[in-house]
């Protein structure tokens, strides 16, 4: 779906509304939802709980957090973002739900005030559950919503992120994207694309 994200307006669609498994590009709701929670003051320390990482496979994709670091919302809404850190999204589900028990009912209030009828969100980071799905429409609602919520925007376009080291962890991590859209010198590069 090709949508004006000023309006919402529809210019191109097929097959918009096929339920699909969205994968991580749940976590554009999951980065917006904690941005907005945070007033853009991304500095906000949190701890990673024990559900944070162990919740998810080790053989997905993480940013090695351990239980009882201590980290900013920024390295992880970046973490989420530019290393797409399954551990990192379930830290700022934590933040936003209180719990990852309440990710798939306050995840399902947003949808529902963004009209997103046909999504469903049982995780913070999409990691295949039959019960997690979504459609193009419905994406396309979600990350206009997303990019209205200040502050959003700059993590979403970043290319990189030096995380520093924490409490637990002295080597600083390196976060950056490999998105080809907006690589300069890579073949598909395009300079208006964004996030």
């Known amino acids: 779906v090709l949508i004006d ?10 097959q918009s509304d096929t339920r699909m498994y969205p ?7 999951t980065v917006a939802l ?14 990673v709980s024990h559900d944070d990482v162990y919740s998810i496979t080790s053989d997905s ?10 980290v900013s ?11 797409s850190g399954n551990d990192a999204a379930n830290v700022l589900a934590e933040y936003v739900c209180g719990s990852l028990d309440q990710v798939e009912t306050v995840y399902s209030q947003k949808l529902a005030e963004l009209g997103c009828d ?20 419905d994406m396309a609602k979600i990350t206009k919503w997303a990019l209205s919520v200040p502050g ?3 993590v979403f376009d970043s290319i990189k992120y030096d995380m520093q080291p924490t409490n637990l962890q002295p080597e600083v991590r390196y976060f950056s994207t490999a998105d080809w859209l907006r690589l300069n010198g890579e073949k598909y590069h395009y300079d208006p694309a964004l996030g």
């Not at 994968?23 to 709701?29: D, E, G, P, Q, Y």
């Not at 994709?61 to 201590?70: T, Y």
């Not at 046909?118 to 429409?137: C, D, I, K, P, Q």
Request: proline residues 0%.
């Open 152 to 154: 959003f925007e700059e």
């Open 5 to 14: 994200a000023s309006t919402g307006q529809v210019l191109a669609e097929k």
């Open 23 to 29: 994968a991580s590009i749940t976590k554009i709701l």
């Open 61 to 70: 994709s993480h940013i090695a957090l351990q239980e009882g670091e201590v």
């Open 34 to 47: 904690a941005v907005e929670k945070a007033n853009n003051d991304l500095t906000q320390q949190v701890t």
């Open 118 to 137: 046909n999504t469903h969100f049982v995780n913070a980071h999409g990691l295949h559950s039959e019960n997690h799905y979504t459609t193009a429409a």
């Open 73 to 83: 919302l920024a390295d992880m809404a970046y973490g989420a973002m530019l290393a």
